[in-house]
């Protein structure tokens, strides 16, 4: 493919890369304060374009989602604490451990449907932090502690990378073949088997890479505070801003994910330093509106009722 | 090499129900079979199971000399079978094109490219006179051309062997006959082989050169369709003893 037609063909893809390429360029000139805040709105980010290949392309809600950052963070602190790696190689250990959790978590609860599944996980979830809680290797329930030093920048280079992937990996199995059976089992899994749809597989293989990005962003969340303590690691209402960030943004949407980790970062940052805990309700009510009134997300209002946007944004 | 698909004593049981006692059913490609059967008679149960959508309680399901029974819907699709939901199920909110292309991508012709399967999907709806609606939802189609997309979306899995529930049901007479035009059009371009649920006895008797009757779950009657018209079970069947007893 030519790269006009490409240019042509994919303009959301594009627009999300030259986003990513002025940050990268950015990135040295950018003041520490405003990089931090960067580095964890491009961290909601990823978690939300983790979620969505679970919940956005299949439509199975993951409730227990936060056990793959859980247990990516706690690799990363085992590996780095006590093999003492490279902090990014512990990212690597995050990822594949999440990857692992995915396979064999998804190999079980992907056969209920619903809100079955959503059981399913949040059980697990809640099954490996007490698990973690009686493993003397993982601090014994008192979390690992490491002194690291503070590297604004690598971070973010960090979390860029594992969004650049995350948004590259959305646009390829929302198109081409994978694109089609996916939205095939959304709408009707068992007429997408009844045409040769294995489901099975293809959920798997979209939960392996929501687990192995979810564990990816948990260790490098834990890298930006330099220590894992169990509750937050396990912390459920992540699984919930990750979903949040999926329906308000727009789910399975290429673009959506983003804009959900703006929309809910900012009101989270907000009250940070206001008043904590009153974000969720302004979240609560973004969720409550746009699962009531636009069902498809901020991309899906758009697409509506913006007609030049349509053939342009996705 | 032609293959068939044959149900072989079968029985399936739900729960308390005996949907299927001891039934054996085959169809080989290029052979139009009709199954006929009162209300509740079986006649879904039988295609699901042999279709992979259920497994049989016992009996076998044999696929090209193997046994496919306990194989997922998926697999047997792969190898050349595809069946119509005698209610459609449609991926509403995707276009007719979108539908039938799933069937291309997935089905037994393996085509791997998106392109090329959109071109065999636009085939599939030129041949069965929907390429007009290609663009539309399926969500806005009517249930006639519902039924009509679930006929495009099994043939575009590449089937060489058509497992059709009741997709003549609802038509007016017109309608039925232009249906059946068709249907037999279509089947005589591609050779395909056919079982054809239907309660509409004329469209059946007319498409198929040998139909299969049953009854709460039992076959009563198999035969050419003018032996099976004038046999006495099936006459009683359909129309009650007193009926049969005035016929014979
Ligand atoms: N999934 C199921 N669970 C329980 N009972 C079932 C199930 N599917 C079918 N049955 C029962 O099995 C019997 C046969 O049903 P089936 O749908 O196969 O009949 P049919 O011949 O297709 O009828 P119709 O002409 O109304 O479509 C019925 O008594 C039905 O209630
Ligand atoms: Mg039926």
Redesign the interface.
Known sequence: MNFGRLLRSAPTLWGLAGFLVVLAVWGPWIPTFVLTLLINLLLFASLAYSMNFIAGLTGYVSFGHVVFMGTGAYAWGYVVGTFGWHPLAGIVAGAAVGLVLALGIGSVALRFRGVYFAIATLVTALAARNIILVIPALGDGQGIILNLGFEPLTWFYTIWVILGIQVGLTYWVT???I???L??IK??E???????????RLKLFVFAFSGLFAGAAGALNVWTLSGVFPEPAFDLLFSLQMLAMVIIGGMGTLLGPLLGAVAVYLPHNYFLTVAVGAEFIVIGILVTFFALVVPQGIVGALRRYVPTLRGIIE | MTITIAAVEVHKRFGGVLALRDVSISVAEGQVVGLIGPNGSGKSTLLNVMAGVERPTAGRVVLDGKRVDGLPAHRIVERGVAKTHQIPRPFLGMTTEDNVTVAALYGSWKVRDAGAAREQARKVLNLIGLDGQADALAASLTVQTRKRLEFGRAIATGARILLLDEIFAGLSPDELREAIRLFTHVQEEIGFGALVVEHVMPAVLTISEHVVVIEEGRKIAAGTPSEVVRDPNVIEAYLGTEAARAAT
Request: proline share 0%.
């Open positions: 198109h081409g073949r694109g089609y059976g939205r095939a709408s009707d068992d007429a997408a088997k009844a045409l040769g749809v294995d489901a099975a």
